[in-house]
């Protein structure tokens, strides 16, 4: 992890052409190369300025609420600390940032949990480089960005009829099953998220039949199984 200083490397640049402030930015992936080529791209281009580094989701949200970039570039699938979680959990306490996630999945296990917790676009990373800043330049502006193959992907979803235990999670469903593998009881998981223990045993039924199983075990082998959980 990474994190320039305030008076930094380099100064802020503005944008020739609009003469606007710089779009700031924090990049989190996993793998350091990947980092590294996302940071000298835009800090290569006038416009952007990359604010600091993070491998893991738990780092992005430190990051970012000491940084306050305009864009988060977050990868989803990352040990320590997945993108969903992260970026869930920064629309819960409302922060400034706008989430574009920058990934090489396009399934739905990936896509739609990504869009449903608050991301604001969704690229995969062959996209070419002007794409990229055209999408960070739109997600600052709160405009929704996806790539064509993760659109095609979100309007069949919500066009074609779900079958039995292939319907998505919610974030509060999600938020329960995410303990349930913790081992968490449900009066515990009721404390935790701060509702009552009949609503923990209704979010549970729903989740079941989503999943398409019987049991907390079932559900949290099946959640594995599709990279619900990781």
Do not use: W
């Not at 350091?32 to 281009?45: I, K, N, Q, T, Y």
């Not at 990359?50 to 864009?71: H, W």
């Not at 449900?186 to 923990?200: D, G, K, M």
């Amino acid at each position: 992890m990474t994190e320039d200083a305030a008076a930094g490397d380099a100064a802020p640049t503005c944008d020739a052409a609009a003469g606007d402030a710089a779009i700031t930015l924090l990049v989190v992936d996993d793998h350091p190369v990947v980092r590294d080529g996302l940071r000298g791209m835009f800090e290569s281009a006038p416009g952007f300025r990359v604010l600091g580094e993070a491998s893991n989701g738990v780092e992005a949200l430190s990051l970012a609420a000491g940084l306050d970039p305009d864009v988060i570039l977050m990868d989803l699938r990352m040990p320590g600390g997945g993108g969903v979680d992260a970026i869930r959990a920064l629309t819960r306490t409302g922060a400034r940032a706008k989430v574009l996630v920058l990934t090489t999945y396009d399934t739905d296990s990936d896509t739609l949990p990504a869009i449903e917790a608050g991301a604001t676009g969704y690229l995969l990373k062959d996209a070419p480089r002007e794409e990229l800043f055209t999408a960070v330049r739109a997600a600052a502006q709160g405009r929704t960005v996806l790539s064509p193959a993760v659109a095609s992907r979100l309007v069949s979803a919500v066009r074609a009829p779900r079958a039995p235990g292939n319907e998505p999670l919610s974030a509060r469903e999600r938020e329960v099953l995410a303990l349930v593998a913790k081992g968490t009881s449900n009066r515990e998981i009721a404390r935790e998220l701060f509702i009552s223990e009949a609503t923990v045993k209704t979010h549970l039924t729903h989740l079941y039949a989503k999943l398409g199983v019987k049991d907390r075990a079932a559900a949290v082998a099946v959640a594995y199984d599709r990279g619900i959980l990781g």
